[in-house]
Structures are given as structure tokens and as C-alpha cells.
T-cell receptor
Framework: TQLLEQSPQFLSIQEGENLTVYCNSSSVFSSLQWYRQEPGEGPVLLVTVVTGGEVKKLKRLTFQFGDARKDSSLHITAAQPGDTGLYLCAGSFGSARQLTFGSGTQLTVLP | KAGVTQTPRYLIKTRGQQVTLSCSPISGHRSVSWYQQTPGQGLQFLFEYFSETQRNKGNFPGRFSGRQFSNSRSEMNVSTLELGDSALYLC????????????FGPGTRLTVL
């Protein structure tokens, strides 16, 4: 069973601050996705990374994939209240298509 | 392009009953996966269907089953409901690309009383 560790579990910050969320595994990801989920709704895909060392940017969000493809991070610059939500990393391993999810990071950005 | 749709959005059942949930994938997507989300266990994989065949199954009891139709729509069924089956059931569709991008529907909130 592949395990995926996500940290921190909770994050409460003031508007304008920066933050980083981490996602790690002891196994190599074949691909990794970051999602954001609102209460009672399904996760919304933010980004997919597949190449070691890859960096992708989505407005104020920066996603990095580790060189060894065992870890990833999500960095938010100048967080806004609209960024509040549950951030989930999800990875697949080998040829399996099932996603293994991290436990999530509940982010609250206070105005 | 329409997203993944799931019906119904909310269900209330009692223990021992059975339930069927429906999922319509994004047009052109032929792979459908189902996940269960609970506060205690997070998101867990139930099963994946492609071309009407179950390709992979998670660690859930046989009370959980599913199927896929020729138009790629999928249903999942839970028989003999237990209180612990209360959860948000999520369907995800994918076009089977190598990046394994999966797009989720809004989910069905099942409450078992």
C-alpha cells in the first residue's frame, strides 16, 4: 500500500502572507495532482505534474515536483481569503491509475 | 464542455437498505473511478471502470459494486447499508492519458440512519 504524507494538516494565516504545503511519499510517483475542495463539493483539479524537477505556476500558486518524483510542494504567495479551502495532493504509482490522496491541508486565510 | 455530473446530490437511507448512485463522465472520457470521502479516512479509492470493465478495485467489502455502460456512464451500488457507509461519494472521469488527470464530480452525500 502506497502512503502519501501531506503537511501541515491545518494552516491559518493572515491575508497577504505566504505559505507552503508539502506532499511526500517513500515511493516514486508516476504523476501527481493538486486539488482544492470546498465543503460539500468535489475536488477541483489545480495542476498535474509528471516530470521530476517540474515547476508550474497558476497565478499566485507555484507547484514544484521533486527531482526524484517522491515529493511535491504548493506555494501560495500573498494569500487571499478566496484561497481558503481544503488542498489535497493525490498521486498515482507505477501503471496503476487509482489516486492515493494525502490527508489534506485545511487552509484558512483571515482578512 | 460539461463537467462530471452525479445524481442524486443527497440521499438519506436507513441501515440494511441498498442504494444506487449515478455518474456521467465528461464527454469523451471513457474511464470512471469512484472514491469515498469520510472525515476519518479521507478520500479512498473504490474502483475504476474502463470500456465497461472493472480495471481496479480498492479495499472495500463486496457490498460495494459498480458497473459501466456503453456510453461510459457509471453506477455504483451499496447493499445492506451500514452506518459507517455515510460519506461523500465522488466520481472522477479521465480520458486515460499518461498524466492520469482525473476530474471530479460534485459528489453524492449519503447519510445512513
Amino acid at each position: 500500500t502506497q502512503l502519501l504524507e501531506q503537511s501541515p494538516q491545518f494552516l491559518s494565516i493572515q491575508e497577504g502572507e505566504n505559505l507552503t504545503v508539502y506532499c511526500n511519499s517513500s515511493s516514486v510517483f508516476s504523476s501527481l495532482q493538486w486539488y482544492r475542495q470546498e465543503p460539500g463539493e468535489g475536488p477541483v483539479l489545480l495542476v498535474t505534474v509528471v516530470t521530476g524537477g517540474e515547476v508550474k505556476k497558476l497565478k499566485r500558486l507555484t507547484f514544484q515536483f521533486g527531482d526524484a518524483r517522491k515529493d511535491s510542494s504548493l506555494h501560495i504567495t500573498a494569500a487571499q481569503p478566496g484561497d481558503t479551502g481544503l488542498y489535497l495532493c493525490a498521486g498515482s504509482f507505477g501503471s496503476a491509475r487509482q489516486l492515493t490522496f494525502g490527508s489534506g491541508t485545511q487552509l484558512t486565510v483571515l482578512p | 464542455k460539461a463537467g462530471v455530473t452525479q445524481t442524486p446530490r443527497y440521499l438519506i437511507k436507513t441501515r440494511g437498505q441498498q442504494v444506487t448512485l449515478s455518474c456521467s463522465p465528461i464527454s469523451g472520457h471513457r474511464s470512471v473511478s469512484w472514491y469515498q470521502q469520510t472525515p476519518g479516512q479521507g478520500l479512498q479509492f473504490l474502483f475504476e471502470y474502463f470500456s465497461e470493465t472493472q480495471r481496479n478495485k480498492g479495499n472495500f467489502p463486496g457490498r460495494f459494486s459498480g458497473r459501466q455502460f456503453s456510453n461510459s456512464r457509471s453506477e455504483m451500488n451499496v447493499s445492506t447499508l451500514e452506518l459507517g457507509d455515510s460519506a461523500l461519494y465522488l466520481c472522477a472521469s479521465s480520458w486515460m492519458g499518461t498524466d492520469n488527470e482525473q476530474f471530479f464530480g460534485p459528489g453524492t452525500r449519503l447519510t445512513v440512519l
